[in-house]
């Protein structure tokens, strides 16, 4: 089955203490991109790939990193977590940079106390 | 900047009835695409139907159409028959194809179909 693969599901963790979101996809995209969800806000992009090693910044990244070793994988990195971290993170993944849409993993909901 | 706006936070529908839901955004580029997503209480994110700006036709998918209207800017999602199911968070979102391919989201409406 052709789909995007994000663990843990649910995350609790403390103010500090590095996390990491995994992120798989088993299609051969070449496109990932990480996107947070908060409520009146809608989703909003974290950082995106267009390739193996080629990544960027989108429009929330601070306290965030990624790297993309490989085409399937996307993991994302809290280094140091705070409150305001405290989200719903999707993966998502596309082929085309997302002109026929993206496949969406499952979520992940964050909460750093 | 290129935004998406939805101004009905929140909507609910009768079983069985249409509903649309209002989707207007902003973008100074000429190519792009617009998406209809459906998110359910499980929170997985579902493409429910997608148009090609420079296409006129709107877009259907058995219940679901939309209504593009390129120069207001406006790109509405029509629910016929709504079914139960249908009872999601829906959001509208649009890409161009030049830069980032960057999605930009709405902050969402919350449809709730009544039995």
């Known amino acids: 089955e052709a789909q995007v693969t994000q663990n843990p599901r649910y995350l609790i963790t403390v103010t500090g203490k590095k996390l990491t979101v995994t992120c798989s996809q088993n299609?051969?995209?070449?496109?990932m991109s990480w996107y947070r969800q908060d409520p009146g806000l809608g989703l909003r992009q974290i950082y995106y790939?267009?390739?193996?090693?080629?990544?960027d910044k989108g429009d929330v990244p601070e306290g965030y990193k990624v790297s993309r070793k490989e085409k399937r994988n996307f993991p994302l990195i809290l280094e140091s977590p705070s409150p305001n971290q405290t989200s719903l993170y999707f993966c998502?993944?596309?082929?085309?940079?997302?002109?026929?849409?993206?496949?969406f993993g499952s979520g992940t909901r964050l909460t750093v106390v | 900047a290129q935004t998406v706006t939805q101004s009905q936070p929140e909507m609910s529908v009768q079983e069985a009835e249409t509903v649309t839901l209002s989707c207007t955004y902003d973008?100074?580029?000429?190519?792009?695409?617009l998406f209809w997503y459906k998110q359910p209480p499980s929170r997985q994110m579902i493409l429910v139907i997608r148009?090609?700006?420079?296409?006129?036709q709107n877009a259907t998918e058995n219940r679901f159409s939309v209504n593009f209207q390129k120069a207001a800017k406006s790109f509405s999602l029509k629910i016929s028959d709504s079914q139960l199911g249908d009872t999601a968070m829906y959001f509208c979102?649009?890409?161009?194809?030049?830069?980032?391919?960057?999605?930009?989201f709405g902050t969402g409406t919350r449809l709730k179909v009544l039995a």
């Open positions: 998502a993944s596309s082929q085309t940079g997302g002109t026929y849409g993206y496949t």
């Open positions: 299609m051969n995209h070449e496109y």
């Open positions: 790939s267009m390739n193996v090693e080629v990544t």
């Open positions: 973008t100074s580029e000429n190519n792009y695409y």
């Open positions: 148009q090609e700006a420079y296409k006129q």
């Open positions: 979102a649009f890409i161009t194809t030049s830069g980032t391919y960057k999605y930009i």
